[in-house]
Nanobody, 120 residues
């Protein structure tokens, strides 16, 4: 009923930038918190940044000052602007959202992920 689709990943050199997008679709009444997580090979999934529906933002220490999370509530879209990328940022990036579904109430939903690879 609710789907998150990420885009914008790719291969970039260290020091470069990428912008990720995540679009929510389906039977959506509203969206509460949204966030970006990432998982590198052999590692656990970790929080990158979250943003509430009142624009309260939280960043992982490792990305503070380099990444910026934002959202467009009218478009049900979450963004992640990533600057000054480092090889250690290489991971699959996942979008997550607490979606208030028209039919089922609050549903925590994950996207399928988008690969970000930073070469040194």
């Amino acid at each position: 009923q609710v789907q998150l689709v990420e885009s914008g990943g790719g291969l970039v050199q260290a020091g470069g930038s990428l912008r990720l997008s995540c679009v929510a679709s389906g039977s959506i009444f509203s969206i509460n918190a949204m966030g970006w997580y990432r998982q590198a090979p052999g590692k656990q999934r970790e929080l990158v940044a979250t943003i509430t529906n009142t624009s309260r933002i939280n960043y992982a220490d490792s990305v503070k000052g380099r990444f910026t999370v934002s959202r467009d509530n009218a478009k049900n879209t979450l963004y992640l602007q990533m600057n000054s990328l480092k090889p250690e940022d290489t991971a699959v990036y996942y979008c997550n959202a607490d979606v208030v579904s028209v039919y089922t109430g609050v549903v925590n939903t994950w996207g399928q992920g988008t690969q970000v690879t930073v070469s040194s």
